[in-house]
C-alpha cells in the first residue's frame, strides 16, 4: 500500500497562484494531479515521470506547473493565474508496477 499525502489547498482569488505538494511513501515511475469539480468527472491536470517528462491538459498547461523531486517522493503543482472555473478537489496519482494509488483530494477554491 501507497501512502499520499497532499498538502497546499485552500482558497485564493481570481489572479492568483497556490501550490500543491504530493509526498508518497514510495518512488513512483510517474505521478500526476487530476481535479474533479462539482457535478463534472474527474480530470487530467498534470502528469509527470520520473525522468521529468510531463504532460499537461491544454487549457492548463501555460498556467500550472508540474514538478517532481524524485529524492523526496514529491509531486509538485504550481498553479498561477487562477479562475473560478479551477475551483475543484485536486487529486494525486501515483504510478508503478502497473498500479494507481490516489491521495485523498485537497480543495481548491477560487473566489472571483
Known amino acids: 500500500q501507497v501512502q499520499l499525502v497532499e498538502s497546499g489547498g485552500g482558497l485564493v482569488q481570481a489572479g492568483g497562484s497556490l501550490g500543491l505538494s504530493c509526498a508518497a511513501s514510495l518512488r513512483a515511475n510517474a505521478m500526476g494531479w487530476y481535479r474533479q469539480a462539482p457535478g463534472k468527472q474527474r480530470e487530467l491536470v498534470a502528469t509527470?515521470?520520473?525522468?521529468?517528462?510531463?504532460n499537461y491538459a491544454d487549457s492548463m498547461k501555460d498556467r500550472f506547473t508540474i514538478s517532481i523531486d524524485n529524492a523526496k517522493n514529491t509531486v509538485y503543482l504550481q498553479m498561477n493565474s487562477l479562475k473560478p472555473e479551477d475551483t475543484a478537489v485536486y487529486y494525486c496519482?501515483?504510478?508503478?508496477?502497473?498500479?494507481?494509488?490516489w491521495g485523498q483530494g485537497t480543495q481548491v477554491t477560487v473566489s472571483s
Open positions: 496519482k501515483w504510478t508503478r508496477w502497473g498500479l494507481d494509488y
Open positions: 509527470i515521470t520520473s525522468g521529468g517528462s510531463t
